[in-house]
């Protein structure tokens, strides 16, 4: 081939080599998050799945550039050559949205609506959501084996322990106020006692029941926030 000819196949098979491996990873990423914890794994089986369209782009431009006969041995030698540099694009993927999540923060309002100064690192546990449901956190609860994550883009169930979602809520500053449930500072609105029972009232207006052992810490922590009768 002419240096053109090389060229012109080294920027096809590069540049669709890199779409199909990070498309094939964000789509893994996001269908996978609700059944594999680890990000990584989810996007390196995607991301490694891509060696087959890649296999397959590398045998048709080895026929059209080097006359080279199309065949299936063809095309899984192409797919095995292509698995080294779908790794290479996974990791690197994986350590750019590491860095971004590192570095993203969410400014949270008050109940009042008064904006805070203060700013939030994201939660550990937001990457087990799809990516259109990862905002703020506000609270979790148990739900069988599952555990329900609710933020301001939505709800999701996840198949966590309790215990080890609290272990994931990162610096999003809360309180357990059951054994069954977990709330932001930021999404109490209001407590609420009703047949000697407490309850916190949420932004959204829902009622989280407070346990007696809870209790104490509850009230204290919301001391502001009188209980209505």
Known sequence: MSFADRLLYWTIVQAGAWTFAISFSILANTILAS???????RMM????TAALPIGLLLSIMNQIFSGREMGFAAFLKSSLSALPLCAIFCLLSYLTACQSRA???DAVADPN???KGEVKSIAPLLERLPPQKRGELLRLSVQDHYTEIVTTRGHQLVLLRFADALKEIGLTEGLQVHRSHWIAISDVVSLRKQA???????RDGSEIPVSRSHSAAVQARFAAHTPAG
């Not at 089986?45 to 490694?48: D, E, H, M, P, Y």
Request: aromatic letters at 0%; zero cysteines; proline letters at 0%.
């Open 35 to 41: 059944s594999i914890e680890n990000m990584l794994t």
């Open 196 to 202: 000697g029972r407490l309850h916190v009232i949420t």
């Open 113 to 115: 609506g008064d904006a």
């Open 45 to 48: 089986i995607g991301s490694l």
């Open 103 to 105: 570095t993203a923060t």
